[in-house]
Each structure stands twice: as C-alpha cells, then as structure tokens.
C-alpha cells in the first residue's frame, strides 16, 4: 500500500514536472519568436543594421502588403531595399513598439513610426513634414527565422500628414464623398471595416478585370484613364492628381491611356 502511494506520488511529480516543462518550453520559443519580430524592425529599420535581414530572414521571405511595393520583395534583399527607402526618407525616424503577441509559429505587433519626411517616398517628394504612422505587422516563423509577413498600415492617414490627401475638404469641381456617401465616409473616417490598397499603372499598361465593394479612391498621381466595364461602353476620363472619387461595387477594368504612371489609394468598405 505504502509502495503504491509513493509510486501514485512520484508519477504525479513527473506528470507535473514534464507538464511544466513543455509550458516552459512553449514560453521560450515565444519569446524567441517575439524577439525576432522586435529585431526586424529595431535592427534593420531604426539601428540600419541591414545585414541582420540575412541573419534572421528565410531564403525565400515573402512580405505581403503596407510598405512592400507592387512587386512584393522576397528574400532577405528585398526588405533591404525596402529599408533604404524608408532610412532614406525618414532619417530621424523613431519606431516604437505598442503591443507584441505570440501564439505558435506566429507573432502580431503593434507598432509606430515618427518621423521627418526628407526623401522620395514611393513617388512623394520631400515634403519636410513631421508624421506618425501606425501599423500591425503579422510575422509567420520557420525554423528559428522569419519566413512570411503581412503588414496593415494606415497609409490614408500618412498621406494625409503629408499633405497629398485633404483632410478636411475636397477641391472644388471633385466629386465629394461626403456629399456623396456620408455614411461611407464616416466609415472610412473611423476606420471601420475598411481595407486600404494601392494602385500602380504605368503608362500604356491595364490592370487585371477586378471587383471592388463600395470604394473611395484617392488618385495621389493622376492621368488619362479609359475604364472597360463588362456589357458597357468603356469611359475615358482625365484623372487630376488629388482627385477623389466614390463608387458602389462593381466590376472593371483600368487602363492608363495617358503619359503618366497613375497610382491611387483605395479605400475599401468591407
């Protein structure tokens, strides 16, 4: 009887210890997970210690919306170039994170960016003004390394500090969303249930037939557009920079028939 207890006791002493031991375990590699988040932004974007992509990047890295360009970078020199450009543009950047959260191979945060706008940035000249832009970016880990990352970015309010989306108004002979749709852009003031894109189209180019929900696009660089819509008569229009537009859902096509490469901001109602 005595024997059995201290075997029943001993059991429950190495149930406990390895239970514990794995909750341990699990906490480690958190951290180690959370801490290879913080160095992509710490070590590459704020210290300029591009040679940590290398160190802490797969091979094969995919970064997947925000700051990535059209052609998403993969691999550790993509987000090199990336990081040029934003040193580049904002050299007394500051970067803070907010909140960081692990869950498996997984790690979310939180973070912003301060910082004074003193280079090209994706096709905006200098403007000298000071701005704060927030985000989340999604880190998927593989093996000790960071292997895939999708990033959210409130683009709409960095464009706006830096001046190339009104804040406030829209320049007379504009279509108004407000007058339009103050539901929608309540929406989009809020920042509920939207997602935000960017459109790049060279001169002479098309993108791909799409569909969009209820949508206001922001054209930071304009040009002359035809737009095929299925079963209609195509429209051609001369798109101003600044230009703000708002539709319903529907589906179509863009085509840049102008000189200039055209990019927009579109603002989503999901």
């Not at 990352?149 to 989306?165: A, F, N, P, S, Y």
């Not at 009104?166 to 339009?180: F, H, K, L, N, T």
Request: glycine share 6%.
């Amino acid at each position: 009887m005595v024997i059995n207890k201290i075997l029943k006791r001993t059991s429950l002493f190495f149930l406990i210890a390895t239970l514990s031991s794995i909750g341990c375990a699990k906490k480690d590699n958190a951290e180690r997970n959370k801490d290879l988040a913080h160095r992509f932004h710490m070590d590459i974007f704020q210290a300029e210690k591009l040679d940590v992509a290398d160190e802490i990047l797969t091979s094969d890295f995919q970064w997947h919306g925000g700051m990535a360009p059209p052609q998403e970078p993969s691999g550790p020199e993509g987000v090199k170039r990336v990081a040029t450009v934003v040193i580049s543009a904002f050299p007394d950047r500051q970067i803070t994170h907010h909140d960081a959260i692990a869950e498996g191979d997984k790690v979310l945060i939180r973070w912003s960016m301060s910082g004074t706008h003193k280079d090209d940035l994706m096709g905006i000249a200098p403007t000298g003004k000071s701005i704060t832009v927030t985000g989340f970016d999604y880190f998927r880990i593989s093996d000790g390394k960071i292997a895939e990352m999708w990033q959210e970015i409130d683009q709409l309010g960095m464009m706006r500090q830096l001046g190339v989306i009104p804040v406030s108004s829209v320049p007379a002979g504009y279509i108004d969303p407000v007058r339009v749709s103050p539901n929608n852009y309540k929406r989009l003031l809020e920042n509920e249930h939207v997602r935000i894109l960017e459109m790049r189209l060279k001169a002479g180019k098309k993108d791909q037939v799409h569909s969009h929900p209820s949508e206001t696009v922001y054209f930071v660089k304009g040009s002359k557009v035809r737009i095929h819509i299925p079963d209609a008569e195509a429209i051609e229009a001369e798109i101003p920079d600044g230009h703000v537009m708002w539709h319903e859902a529907w589906t179509h096509q863009v085509e840049n028939i102008g000189t200039a490469d055209l990019y927009a901001i579109i603002v989503e109602s999901k």
